[in-house]
């Protein structure tokens, strides 16, 4: 068995040997990031999709310092194998316009890769890290790349992979499509890239070559990926160091550029300029000192010095500013005196005069003398100005309304004079206004019923009413009800529930003249459909009174409930047609197409079929629809073909059925069976049975069938007729050979030729040679020869049978 199944393996490989495998590059939606990825022609199974080794070698347009492909964020998209880019190949002779880069498979033997005939597989993906890219990545060509191996470097480039299923043999088979992907960052179709660098220094040096002087880098690239050129141009500068001179002056003790100035200095800092190149500031630094000064003033009490009132002799000290900018220091020495001063107060009406001035409010008058202290002396006047005042007021008295003791019979002015507390002149002004009382009748008309003032009246009256004007001063209005006509008693007869699409005619009465809320005119309208209508009734008299009627339409509406029976056979169907809506109760219903009605909407106990349903309401309207009650699938059951065994054999029982879900799976007899609840079982019966399967569903729908197992008593039993006790592993033990049908050997025993027994044994396991005869006797090797033997043999069926026989001792 072990040479049969390397051959077979061997075959398998030969037959893969000459498969391939394809590579793919493609760059994702997000514009940068590429995937390599396996597209293999075959489908390579378990252990011969191992990868022995594997190289992947891309070419891109040649790069200058920030443009040079770089590899980022290399990823791994298949986990359990891993790739490292291990060789980078700038500008070779053969090619010198592109650069060379390849990744290898770090982790040989590796099986993660599901290689099926025409499935992509990702393995890794990664960014370039430049700042422009020019043209297409392409996978390199092995057959046709200048650069391919041997070159000049003896840089094993280009592209290969080893499949365990493909033998010894290079499997790679090509690239997807054209092998290439955009360069990204794209310059897309620009004529030219532009990139400023900046150089410093005596000896400026760039991309390892010298530069002398302002330099201009051009390189060409071909086609690019989208069809057009491109071209990167590199502009160096050479800027020389810088140095500045600054004067500048500090007052002593000040911090400048973190050192403390006590004295002239020079202070020196190397700077970087905005482009990269070294920068020297000198500053040379000049101390300034600080002065100090004093001075003597005399000032009155509460005069106020550098901002401050002064009341008492002090010294005030002010630092100021000098023209270096350094602190200065002025003290004041102060000298308080006193100014003698004396307060006179006037007071005046206003109009009146002081000293020949006249003042229209209060003011201070202050007048200066000189004292002898030198300083003036003060006499200050308090001049009060009072106000006359003119005071007018308004009065409305009612006719015969008494105001100060006395009746006034007209409009009136009353004009007083008085003394204010401070002695002036005050006016007091008033002005009288005599209301008369009003008098009115009115003469009004009403509709018998009408309110009128907050009453209804139903016959002529004449009301009096004494009210109050705005003043309060009494009105008197007399207000006669000249006529009180009859009112209107208007009623709407005829028909307001409806059925859907007839119409009805509604009358109207008590009235001489009609309008209805339809616009129409006269005493009767036809109406139809849902709505409120209203007349207003005008009787001769012309008062008016307003009728409406609510208008409903019965739309009946009704949705049936169907149950179907719960089982193909059964009349257990029901329909339900207590849903219904939009009509006049008391409902009734019928499900033979109106020949009989009911009041009650449940029918059950029905048999699948179609049924014409009417529903009728309380005014006579109908709906009508129908309503179908399914047949249940009918179930099925096949417990399968009557099977013929042997005894002591196993036979599987598998038994079908359209049930999808049995609630009830049940075999009976369960006698000789593995599961008597599972439709596939096995049975090892150990006489002819017939059994029988019921299903039932989770409804309690139930499907029986049967079928028999035939068992014949076929009788397996074999003893050898020699065997060799000599030790060396083979036949050295004597015993019964049965087959399944056997259930124990009871008694086993061996006789030498003379009759003498020399083995015996009950109750044995056939087919196990370590529990027979070693062909000794009380430990001693028996004699070459013939012995004979007796089996008592009890099988499945607990029958019981005895056989005898020779066997030949050998050694």
């Known amino acids: 068995m072990k040479k049969l199944l390397t051959s077979v393996f061997l075959l398998s490989l030969c037959s893969l040997a000459h498969s391939q495998v394809k590579y793919e590059i493609e760059l994702l939606p997000d514009n940068e990031t590429y995937l390599i990825s396996f597209v293999s022609e075959v489908t390579y199974s378990p252990p011969s999709n191992k990868i022995v080794s594997g190289q992947v070698t891309l070419r891109m347009p040649h790069g200058i310092g920030p443009n040079l492909f770089q590899v980022t964020d290399l990823t791994m998209e298949t986990p359990g194998a891993e790739w490292q880019a291990n060789d980078f190949v700038q500008s070779p002779v053969e090619a010198p316009s592109f650069d060379y880069l390849s990744f290898a498979l770090t982790t040989p033997g590796t099986d993660v890769y599901d290689l099926q005939a025409g499935v992509k597989v990702p393995v890794f993906s990664f960014k370039n890290g430049a700042d422009f890219g020019a043209d297409s990545i392409a996978i390199m060509v092995n057959e046709t790349d200048p650069f391919a191996f041997p070159n000049s470097l003896s840089v094993n480039v280009g592209n290969s992979l080893v499949v365990f299923g493909g033998g010894p043999f290079n499997s790679y088979g090509g690239t997807v499509g054209d092998g290439t992907a955009p360069n990204t960052p794209q310059t897309l179709c620009t004529d030219e890239m532009i990139t400023p660098v900046v150089l410093c220094g ?18 060409l690239h071909y086609t690019s990926f989208f069809g057009c050129d491109s ?70 009490r509460g005069d106020v010095v550098n901002g401050v009132a002064v009341f008492s002799d002090t010294s005030m000290v002010v630092v100021l500013t000098n023209a270096a900018g350094c602190d200065s220091t002025l003290t004041t020495t102060v000298n308080v005196v006193d100014v003698p001063v004396e307060y006179v107060t006037v007071e005046r009406c206003i109009g009146e005069g002081y000293n020949g001035e006249f003042f229209t409010m209060d003011t201070t008058l202050m007048d200066t003398l000189t004292s002898f202290t030198g300083f003036d002396s003060i006499i200050v006047t308090d001049v009060f100005i009072y106000d006359t005042y003119f005071t007018n007021e308004n009065r409305v008295l009612c006719a015969g309304e008494p105001f100060g003791g006395t009746v006034y019979t007209e409009n009136t002015t009353i004009t007083d004079s008085y003394l204010s507390v401070h002695g002036c002149d005050s006016v007091f002004t008033i002005n009288i206004e005599i209301l008369e009382p009003v008098v009115f009748s009115v003469d009004t008309t009403l509709c018998a019923g009408e309110i009128f003032m907050g009453q209804s009246f139903e016959n002529d009256t004449t009301l009096t009413e004494s009210i109050l004007s705005v003043n309060g001063c009494d009105s008197i209005v ?12 208007v009623a709407i007869d005829g028909a307001t529930a409806l059925c859907a699409g007839s119409v009805s005619t509604l009358t109207a009465s008590g009235g001489t003249d009609y309008v209805w809320s339809t616009g129409a005119t006269g005493n009767s309208i036809e109406v139809g459909g849902a709505m409120t209508v209203s007349v207003t009734a005008t009787n001769s008299f012309g008062c008016q009174a307003i009728a409406s009627a609510e208008i409903t339409e019965s739309g009946l509406e009704a949705q049936p409930e169907v149950t179907p029976p719960n089982c193909h056979d059964d009349l257990s169907g029901s329909i339900e047609l207590g849903n219904v809506s939009g009509g006049n109760e008391p409902y009734y219903y019928s499900i033979d197409g109106g020949g009989f009605f009911t009041t009650s909407s449940e029918f059950a106990d029905l048999p699948p079929g179609v049924y014409d349903i009417y529903i009728k309401d309380g005014i006579g309207c109908f709906w009508e629809g129908n309503a179908e009650i399914s047949t249940p699938d009918e179930l099925w059951l096949d417990a399968g073909d009557d099977q013929n065994i042997k005894l002591g054999d196993r036979v599987l029982l598998n038994a079908l059925t359209n049930v999808s879900d049995p609630d009830t799976v049940l075999w009976s007899p369960a006698d000789g069976l593995e599961c008597a609840d599972c439709l596939e079982t096995s049975a090892t019966p150990v006489e002819t049975t017939t059994y029988h399967l019921l299903v039932i569903d989770k409804n309690g729908c139930s499907v029986e069938d049967e079928l028999t197992v035939i068992v014949r008593p076929g009788r397996q039993v074999f003893v050898p007729t020699a065997f060799s006790p000599n030790g060396d592993g083979h036949n050295d033990n004597f015993t019964v050979f049965a087959g399944d049908n056997v259930l124990q050997v009871r008694k086993f025993v061996v006789f030498e030729r003379w009759g003498g027994q020399v083995f015996s044994a009950e109750n044995l396991p056939p087919n196990d040679p370590s529990l027979g005869w070693d062909g000794t006797w009380r430990n001693k090797p028996m004699d070459v020869g013939t012995y004979v033997w007796m089996a008592e043999v009890e099988f499945l069926d607990g029958k019981v049978r005895l056989f005898e026989g020779g066997v030949n001792l050998m050694r």
């Open 231 to 300: 071209m990167f141009i590199t502009t160096i500068e050479l800027q020389n160091s810088l140095a500045t001179n600054i004067d500048t002056s500090i007052c002593e003790g000040e911090i400048f550029r973190g050192m403390t100035i006590l004295q002239d200095e020079q202070i020196v800092e190397n700077l970087t300029s905005s482009a990269g190149c070294d920068s020297t500031v000198t500053y040379f630094v000049e101390m300034a000192t600080a002065t100090a000064a004093t001075v003597s003033e005399t000032v009155l």
């Open 202 to 219: 005596s000896d400026p040096v760039y991309l390892g070559q010298p530069i002398t002087q302002d330099t201009i880098w051009e390189e």
């Open 478 to 489: 007399h207000e006669t009800i000249v006529h009180v006509s009859p009112a209107v008693e």
